[in-house]
């Protein structure tokens, strides 16, 4: 079945600071990737996506890559600020599962020290 | 635009009677919907697929007689726990939509004892 996991469970970095986050996937057929943040207790949160066409995509101080070769993601944070601190999920679209349903990465725990 | 509520928002049972937790599309028309299960510091599991005027799909390992799903209209999916025990304590949270576009709920944290 398909998996897709995470370099690093917990991240902390300073105020400031750039973050990267890290997922890895298995699914070479998977044709869209997404990054959601999750706050405690909450939902998550749409960050950005990005689809297998393209290799980088830039949102507000937000920037996902795509490495197809190796099958990596990654999320880069510019200017960390305390109120990215959350659980930061990859998830991808499911191109073989129930219609389009979504699979997630067991998630990155960012902590911004002040 | 785009916002999916869920109610309650929190909700404690006790061992062996059912709770009904419902997602509703508030602003658009959603013919799919999905829900997620979540333990604490896990990440989020798909437990089923809810079509609007059919039948839902369960995701392997999930019992559909023990999570009963309807998605009798195009703004609301209902996920009732049926006889709920401790260990079905968990956030559920549920999305609208479907392909590359899903919307997610605030979740609902159950907790059973």
């Known amino acids: 079945g398909e998996s897709v996991g995470l370099h690093l469970p917990t991240l902390s970095v300073q105020e400031g600071d750039n973050s990267i986050i890290n997922c890895a996937y298995s699914n070479s057929a998977s044709d869209y990737f997404i990054w959601y943040k999750q706050e405690s207790g909450k939902g998550p949160q749409f960050i950005i996506d990005i689809r297998s066409n393209m290799d980088k995509r830039q949102g507000q101080r937000v920037t996902v890559l795509l490495n197809k070769t190796v099958k990596h993601l990654s999320l880069q944070i510019a200017a960390t600020q305390p109120g990215d601190s959350a659980v930061y999920f990859c998830?991808?679209?499911?191109?073989?599962?129930?219609?389009?349903?979504?699979?997630f990465g067991k998630g990155t725990k960012l902590s911004v020290k002040p | 635009g785009a916002v999916v509520s869920q109610h309650p928002s929190r909700v404690i049972c006790k061992s062996g009677t059912s709770v009904k937790i419902e997602c509703r599309s508030l602003?658009?028309?959603?013919?799919?919907m999905f829900w997620y299960r979540q333990f604490p510091k896990q990440s989020l599991m798909l437990m089923a697929t809810?079509?609007?005027?059919?039948?839902?799909?369960?995701e392997q390992g999930v019992e559909k007689d023990k999570f009963l799903i309807n998605h009798a209209s195009l703004t609301l999916s209902t996920l009732t726990v049926t006889s709920a025990h401790p260990e079905d304590s968990s956030f559920y949270i549920c999305?609208?939509?479907?392909?590359?576009?899903?919307?997610f709920g605030p979740g609902t944290r159950l907790t059973v004892t």
């Open positions: 998830a991808l679209h499911d191109a073989g599962g129930s219609q389009g349903n979504l699979i």
């Open positions: 809810s079509n609007e005027g059919s039948k839902a799909t369960y």
């Open positions: 602003d658009f028309q959603a013919t799919t």
């Open positions: 999305s609208a939509g479907g392909g590359y576009e899903q919307y």
